[in-house]
């Protein structure tokens, strides 16, 4: 499918991640309205790492810097499909599927990890129960979902 690296489908792969990132954001915050910052972990990840990344104090929440890194991220996450699509060629009809796997894989690598050391709080004894994970992993399929239907659609 892709030829090789080139400047125009990175762009394409950040643009996309963008884009995902935003519908994934919309299907968190009904999580964040019912448990607050902690009910998102990624956004309390964000929120842990840009106080201490900007020096902020922790008692605020700090939007900007939650949102700056979750774009970020994700524009980053979108390039890494082009990039794992270099490496992994997959025909068109398995775009949408590999996206929908590369969103679970993003959710395993950036929740097992990394959420305790960051912010004391392990994701599978969490406060709040399991919901806070669950949200999480159907806002990674969200991204998933439409990270392949914008490559399905997008000439790369």
Known sequence: MLNGPDA???FLGFSGGLFS???MTFTEIP???RWGLHGVLEWHENQVLATKILKLSSEKVHFRGIFVLHF???GLDGIG???VL???PVIVSQIFLSALIYGFFL???TLVPIHKPITGIAPWSHPLGHL???ASLVGHFVYGAVLGYFFLNTPI
């Open 21 to 23: 990132t935003l519908l």
């Open 107 to 109: 959710w395993i690598v």
């Open 86 to 88: 270099w490496f992994i």
């Open 72 to 74: 970020l991220n994700g």
């Open 81 to 83: 499909f082009v990039i």
């Open 31 to 33: 999580s964040w309205k």
């Open 132 to 134: 806070p994970a669950l």
């Open 8 to 10: 125009y489908s990175l």
